[in-house]
């Protein structure tokens, strides 16, 4: 009987952080979700997000130099987070 070994998903796989956005959510490297989990811990502990819209989220000074300085949809964000990712193998350490 053999045993498959998983492979690891995209998303659990390790990426280095830029300076910028190691400054909210810690430096890396990290997976994908970790990242996401600190970036909305941060967003929710400095009450970023709009209060009538809470897809919204409204950027602090450390925050827009990730997402820019106007208010972005939740769901866009991940678009712009990602320029701030680089895979482990191919980033400059």
């Known amino acids: 009987m053999t045993t498959k070994q998983k ?3 995209a998303f659990a796989k390790p990426v280095n952080v830029s300076e910028e956005l ?3 959510v810690g ?3 990290m997976a994908r979700t970790e ?3 600190n970036l909305w811990a941060y967003i929710k502990k400095n009450k970023l997000q709009d209060e009538k819209n809470k897809r919204n989220i409204v950027p602090d000074q450390r925050l827009s130099k990730i997402l820019g300085s106007k208010p972005i949809d939740m769901f866009k964000m991940t678009s712009k987070v990602a320029q701030h990712l680089s895979d482990r193998e191919t980033a400059k350490v």
């Open 35 to 37: 990242v996401t989990k």
């Open 22 to 24: 190691a400054q909210i």
């Open 7 to 9: 492979k690891t998903s």
């Open 27 to 29: 430096k890396g490297p």
